[in-house]
């Protein structure tokens, strides 16, 4: 069981098992977060938050939305809208204790131009 949680804990996710890879996405947004991005099936990511701890945003073709803390404003994941993959959702895996973090490959990918693997 992996868990991640924001910096004040305000928003805690658990996740049944790791991943062998992260991903490193240079989009606009994602290159400004600075996040390493993990998938997993919305069924299989549980996510606990306080009250009002949530706010999200969605940009560009409005696919998906990422979610950060009201509080400490960390970026703790991102799920599909109506219009985006439905089995498909993202933790930020900056948020998870560093020796598993620290364990896995980091893929790069390329958000901004070819939307393809950049070989590193």
Known sequence: MIKAMCHC???????????????????????????????????????????????????????????HCNNCGCLTHYTPTE???????????RLVNTSILSSLKIRYFDGADTWEEIEQ
């Open 9 to 67: 804990g305000n928003i805690k996710i658990t996740i049944p098992e790791t991943t062998e890879t992260v991903t490193s996405c240079n989009c606009s947004v994602c290159s400004k977060y600075a996040s390493l991005w993990a998938y997993f099936s919305p069924k299989d990511v549980k996510i606990a938050a306080t009250t009002d701890a949530v706010s999200s945003y969605s940009w560009g073709d409005r696919t998906i939305k990422f979610h």
């Open 83 to 93: 219009l985006g993959n439905k089995h498909k959702m993202a933790v930020n895996f």
